[in-house]
């Protein structure tokens, strides 16, 4: 498939964001190509249509199943797989936002709360453990928070997320 300019720029550039989220350029190319085009493709035509190698294509096809960012769907008579995302812009934000959490927050949370309850913590001085004791803190409160927001429909989340601009605009005094 030939991208028109418009989905060139888009993957190009969701590809180059890819490496500033964390992700491999790839990985990125090929879930912007599966959602700008908004249906499933199999392997071979990503591959050709990106210009990259069929190897590279089914390792990052692999990352975004690890991801739960695509899905694996068939097509009557064709025996090959076919990969498909949600075309919900909102469904792919919490997707992102709880396997994020998941990965990097939750983990993080775990060990502050085992140096915590290590008996060697009291060893520590003071300042030490008040510091870590606010870091568990505040991060056990942005948890809550993000489970909470996840539990939101999109509709509602929407309109918290526009409230908090709203409110920020109020408490700098903004009048547009």
Do not use: C
């Given at each position: ?27 990125a ?42 899905r ?11 990969f498909?995302t ?51 803190r ?39």
């Open positions: 498939m030939e991208l028109s300019p418009v989905a060139r720029r888009f993957v190009v550039h969701w590809g180059e964001m890819g490496s500033a989220w964390g992700v491999n350029r790839t990985v190319q090929i879930h912007a190509l599966l959602y700008f085009h908004g249906r499933a493709m199999n392997a071979e035509e990503i591959s050709d249509t990106l210009a990259v190698a069929r190897s590279n294509v089914s390792t990052s096809l692999k990352e975004l199943q690890n991801w739960n960012l695509i694996v769907t068939h097509q009557l008579g064709d025996r090959r797989d076919y498909e949600s075309l919900d812009v909102w469904e792919l934000f919490r997707t992102i936002v709880r396997e994020r959490k998941e990965r990097e927050f939750d983990p993080t949370v775990r060990v502050l709360g085992e140096l915590v309850r290590d008996a060697s913590f009291a060893d520590e001085t003071p300042d030490a453990q008040d510091r870590v004791r606010e870091a568990l505040f991060m056990d409160t942005l948890g809550s928070w993000s489970e909470e927001m996840l539990r939101l429909s999109p509709t509602t989340l929407e309109r918290v997320l526009k409230l908090g601009a709203s409110v920020q605009k109020f408490v700098r005094g903004d009048s547009s």
